[in-house]
């Protein structure tokens, strides 16, 4: 379980302080496909590189399965990403790795004998269909193929949390379907708890069965799915909905 008490992320430059969190209160159970939908801006990508600390809050705390995470470094640090993986929106893979490689990396850093990191890779890449592409480089394959490897290589780890940011942003509907429908299979067979970051309400309706709602860096309303999409609170959840025609 996830659990955010209290937690805000200020940013400063030399123009002035940037509140990008504010009092973000938020639990997200195991075995959850949990989407957290906003505007550009709305402070949801900020939120999720909270949650694995790549963004250390200004205030607040963080607690994966109770443990309060917040101040962790070192090898404490490195221990707790391996369980949290992550895919983006531009994929984030090595151009001069070929897809086994790619998915390779994370056991690499971690020295897992040769022999135990290709079978790992290789059952990975058998799971998202890219068994008869490992030597290939992610110029050869197309967006969908490549957000692939990117999840095959964020599953290396055996990771208990998955975290999305806007991954199907960049891709094609019919890609966007095919991947979405990767990711509720990992969630339902491997057991894992995946965090969605969106603009996107059509996302949320197809994997999500619980949503949080940002706007100008708070939440502002969560609940499952069902009950968001048919009796929204907040002026901007009527109007993602009104952009996909979801709102009566």
């Given at each position: 379980?996830?659990?955010?008490?209290?937690?805000?992320?200020?940013?400063?430059?030399?123009?002035?302080?940037?509140?990008?969190?504010?009092?973000?209160?938020?639990?997200?159970?195991?075995?959850?496909?949990?989407?957290?939908?906003?505007?550009?801006?709305?402070?949801?990508?900020?939120?999720?590189?909270?949650?694995?600390?790549?963004?250390?809050?200004?205030?607040?705390?963080?607690?994966?399965?109770?443990?309060?995470?917040?101040?962790?470094?070192?090898?404490?640090?490195?221990?707790?990403?391996?369980?949290?993986?992550?895919?983006?929106?531009?994929?984030?893979?090595?151009?001069?790795?070929?897809?086994?490689?790619?998915?390779?990396?994370?056991?690499?850093?971690?020295?897992?004998?040769?022999?135990?990191?290709?079978?790992?890779?290789?059952?990975?890449?058998?799971?998202?269909?890219?068994?008869?592409?490992?030597?290939?480089?992610?110029?050869?394959?197309?967006?969908?193929?490549?957000q692939r490897v990117s999840i095959a290589r964020?599953?290396?780890?055996?990771?208990?949390?998955?975290?999305?940011?806007?991954?199907?942003?960049?891709l094609d509907s019919v890609t966007t379907i095919?991947?979405?429908?990767?990711?509720?299979?990992?969630?339902?067979?491997?057991?894992?708890?995946?965090?969605?970051?969106?603009?996107?309400?059509?996302?949320?309706?197809?994997?999500?069965?619980?949503?949080?709602?940002?706007?100008?860096?708070?939440?502002?309303?969560?609940?499952?799915?069902?009950?968001?999409?048919?009796?929204?609170?907040?002026?901007?959840?009527?109007?993602?909905?009104?952009?996909?025609?979801?709102?009566?």
């Amino acid at each position: 379980m996830i659990e955010l008490r209290g937690l805000g992320k200020t940013f400063r430059s030399k123009s002035g302080a940037h509140g990008a969190l504010k009092d973000i209160n938020l639990v997200i159970d195991d075995g959850d496909i949990f989407g957290i939908i906003g505007l550009s801006g709305a402070g949801k990508s900020t939120l999720v590189r909270c949650i694995n600390l790549l963004e250390k809050p200004t205030v607040g705390q963080v607690f994966i399965d109770g443990v309060d995470v917040t101040d962790f470094s070192g090898r404490a640090l490195l221990d707790l990403r391996a369980r949290i993986g992550m895919i983006f929106q531009d994929f984030s893979l090595f151009s001069q790795r070929t897809v086994l490689q790619n998915v390779l990396f994370p056991l690499e850093v971690r020295h897992d004998s040769r022999a135990d990191a290709v079978r790992r890779a290789q059952e990975l890449l058998d799971l998202v269909g890219l068994k008869d592409m490992q030597d290939r480089y992610p110029a050869q394959l197309s967006g969908g193929q490549q957000q692939r490897v990117s999840i095959a290589r964020a599953l290396a780890n055996h990771p208990d949390y998955l975290l999305c940011d806007e991954a199907t942003s960049a891709l094609d509907s019919v890609t966007t379907i095919s991947i979405l429908g990767l990711i509720k299979q990992i969630n339902r067979e491997l057991g894992v708890t995946v965090i969605v970051i969106t603009h996107a309400m059509t996302v949320v309706e197809a994997i999500c069965n619980k949503v949080a709602v940002m706007d100008d860096s708070r939440i502002v309303e969560t609940g499952t799915v069902a009950s968001v999409f048919s009796a929204p609170q907040a002026a901007i959840t009527h109007e993602l909905l009104k952009a996909v025609g979801a709102d009566a």
